[in-house]
């Protein structure tokens, strides 16, 4: 942590020393809420299983535009049974989904239908997820600062954030099969109430 605060410390004064030099500020705001789950298991015998599912729910501002409101959520998917050959590998996005964080990371809930790309068979599927996150009480805050340069352009990025790890039940179903049936799991729950980026090009 004091090592981060560091860098964190030293980008902020390069920043300070650079920007004067730079044409006008681009500043861009974002808060929101944020979930994500892995299911994963191996066996040593025969296959792997490995299942990926994320979701946001955040609001967007770039100067001097009105705020923007963005939901959506991302699963993908790959399986190898080593015994009999059978492999699968694809993903998909949908921008439809019902998401919600409760009672501030003690839970959440995502339910929707994704038409997800199988790259192997080169097929499209319907996928039906219908998850639910339950924090496990371990709450974690803090603040991020990132810096990027190259020639004619600098950002900025800080945020500041609340996460917490939570346990995760329910189903993802394709083909009538649901993949995460007794898979082992790992879930997340985040959010952002002050993140910006600021970005600054040369004229």
Request: aromatic residues 14%.
């Amino acid at each position: 942590m004091k090592t981060a605060t560091a860098i964190g410390a030293a980008l902020a004064v390069l920043s300070l020393t650079t920007v004067p030099a730079l044409a006008a500020a681009q500043k861009y705001t974002v808060k929101g809420e944020n979930a994500s789950a892995s299911f994963y298991q191996y066996d040593d015998n025969c296959s792997y299983t490995n299942v990926y599912v994320s979701a946001f729910n955040n609001i967007t501002k770039s100067t001097p535009s009105a705020p923007t409101s963005q939901q959506g959520s991302y699963l993908s998917y790959d399986s190898y049974n080593y015994c009999t050959g059978a492999y699968s590998y694809g993903s998909g996005f949908s921008d439809t989904p019902t998401f919600t964080i409760a009672n501030s990371l003690q839970s959440a809930t995502l339910n929707g239908t994704y038409t997800v790309f199988d790259y192997y068979s080169g097929t499209s599927k319907t996928a039906v997820v219908d998850l639910t996150w339950t924090s496990t009480g371990n709450t974690y805050r803090g603040n991020s600062h990132s810096h990027y340069q190259r020639p004619g352009y600098i950002s900025n990025y800080r945020t500041k954030s609340t996460s917490s790890e939570a346990q995760v039940t329910g189903s993802i179903t394709i083909d009538g099969t649901n993949i995460i049936a007794n898979l082992p799991s790992y879930g997340f729950l985040s959010s952002s109430n002050d993140g910006s980026l600021t970005v600054y090009k040369r004229n």
